[in-house]
């Protein structure tokens, strides 16, 4: 049997073996092949010529070395060109079998890559056709996801008594929407207010702060504020005089509503309560009771029947502020994080809250299921509206950032980047929704669809809670945790 070289295929003049491959191989092309990459030609490992093994084998007598003028110098250059060849050939035989290793590898990762763009792309289509009705005068949802559902603790409200006020407000929006109110400020009107007035008396100086504020939406002179001394406090701006100090929390007051026809307001607190309060009683009406964990969120439905709140708790809840019962109470199991805040649609089939973990979730109050989600934000979210154009929604986080969406193709279409640690704690649209206020390190007022800065008051000595525009944003009122009530105007 004879021995063949790994290296040239050919039976070697001087055979040796390489103790690290157990291979046979022309010591000479061994020899060049360690000169050059120092390691064995076969399996890689390091390898020097002291340790390849001789095999002693018979060979033929052969002619001293001729001189290099010589027939069999000229041969012998010719095998050292085969020499090379033969190296050449085996390093390329390499090389080819580690590019097919490669390309291999690559074409099974561009398949798992085309099956996985193939599976978004079905399951993207689907949640757009499952999602078209989000308009504001959708109906129905298809459910992407059941949430995990608490049995109803009462009666809910009629589906078509909420799609009959949703069709009114819709009808009623389009019409104002075709053209801007004639009372309303005008832009370089706006850029001229200045704070005309401030008051610091409304809650209490041991306790300083103000953390939420709201107007009566029919009658603007009156302010309802929330503090941290636990108080909810009536104010009449035109008086400029306490209508009523309503107290009964057990905690900081950190979400009111005040109701557009109702001598009514809402408060809610970490004490895990929602108080309904009768303004000109001066007493406390109702406790909802619809948690287990802090308040973060209070909204009041278009009906003026029910209210949404969301919860420390990860839940949100459905409630009637005549009886005080929660109608219904969801969670998204999958997401399993605390509610932030919570916004209605202005129609009120829909609804937005806010997560710790910087997602903003999507609602269908009559499924009760959550139908999308803008993630893009890098912290807890802190603040969302609607405008009242039915079609953008804002949010602000603790990432220092004022994000617009457009409910109608579902994507961020806007990013404002406020200053490097900006704080936003409250946002709002005026009632036209040509105005977006946005209040925190400071108040800033944006002129809607060229988000363009009109206005940016910094009187406020501390943080600003709570920021909202009069009637015709005939003026702009703030609080703060200084304590400090304030209205701007020309």
């Not at 110098?73 to 080819?96: C, G, N, P, Y």
């Not at 909810?232 to 100090?245: G, L, N, P």
């Not at 969801?330 to 994080?337: F, I, K, P, S």
């Not at 409910?407 to 900006?422: A, C, Q």
């Amino acid at each position: 049997m004879s021995l063949i070289c790994a290296i040239s295929n050919e039976v070697p003049e001087h055979p040796c073996v390489s103790p690290v491959s157990n291979q046979v191989f022309e010591r000479r092309l061994v020899e060049k092949y360690i000169a050059e990459n120092g390691a064995d030609p076969v399996t890689g490992q390091p390898l020097s010529e002291e340790q390849l093994v001789d095999i002693k084998v018979s060979h033929p007598i052969r002619p001293k070395a001729p001189s290099s003028t010589s027939i069999p110098a000229i041969l012998k250059a010719l095998q050292d060109e085969w020499d090379a060849v033969m190296l050449h050939s085996f390093t390329l035989r390499q090389q080819l079998q580690t590019t097919r290793q490669e390309l291999s590898h690559a074409l099974y990762q561009h398949d798992a890559a085309c099956r996985v763009i193939a599976r978004l792309t079905k399951e993207v289509t689907a949640a757009r056709e499952a999602l078209a009705t989000l308009k504001p005068q959708a109906g129905l949802v298809v459910p992407q996801a059941a949430p995990a559902s608490q049995p109803n603790m009462g009666k809910s409200p009629s589906l078509s008594q909420l799609q009959d006020k949703a069709t009114v407000l819709t009808t009623e929006r389009k019409k104002r929407g075709k053209t801007v109110p004639e009372e309303l400020v005008r832009a370089e009107d706006l850029s001229k207010y200045r704070q005309v007035a401030s008051h610091v008396g409304l809650h209490s100086a041991s306790v300083p702060g103000i953390l939420s504020l709201d107007l009566c939406p029919t009658d603007t002179n009156k302010v309802l504020t929330g503090g941290a001394d636990k108080n909810v406090v009536v104010f009449d701006k035109r008086e400029e005089q306490i209508v009523a100090t309503l107290k009964g929390h057990a905690k900081k007051v950190t979400s009111v509503i005040y109701h557009p026809s109702q001598s009514v307001v809402f408060s809610a607190s970490p004490d895990s309560t929602i108080r309904v309060w009768s303004v000109s009683g001066g007493n406390c009406a109702q406790v909802i009771r619809a948690h287990e964990a802090g308040v973060t969120g209070l909204s009041l439905h278009a009906t003026g029947d029910y209210l949404l709140s969301s919860s420390e708790d990860q839940f949100w809840a459905f409630s009637d502020i005549q009886t005080g019962r929660v109608l219904t109470k969801v969670t998204d199991e999958t997401a399993g994080c605390a509610l932030t805040c919570a916004q209605f649609h202005p129609d009120g089939l829909i609804f937005g809250t806010g997560t710790a973990d910087s997602q903003i979730k999507i609602w269908d109050l009559k499924e009760r299921t959550n139908v999308a989600n803008f993630p893009g934000h890098s912290g807890p979210v802190t603040a969302i509206a609607f405008s009242e154009n039915g079609y953008y929604l804002a949010t602000g986080a603790q990432d220092s950032s004022l994000k617009l969406w457009d409910l109608r193709k579902l994507k961020n279409f806007k990013t404002i980047t406020l200053d490097s640690g900006y704080e936003v704690k409250s946002l709002v649209f005026d009632q036209s929704g040509t105005y977006l206020a946005v209040a925190g390190s400071d108040i800033r007022v944006y002129v809607c669809k060229q988000w363009s800065e009109v206005l940016n008051f910094t009187d406020h000595s501390g943080l600003v809670t709570g920021v909202a525009f009069g009637e015709h944003a005939q003026f702009l009122t703030s609080a703060g945790m200084d304590r400090s009530l304030k209205f701007y105007s020309l």
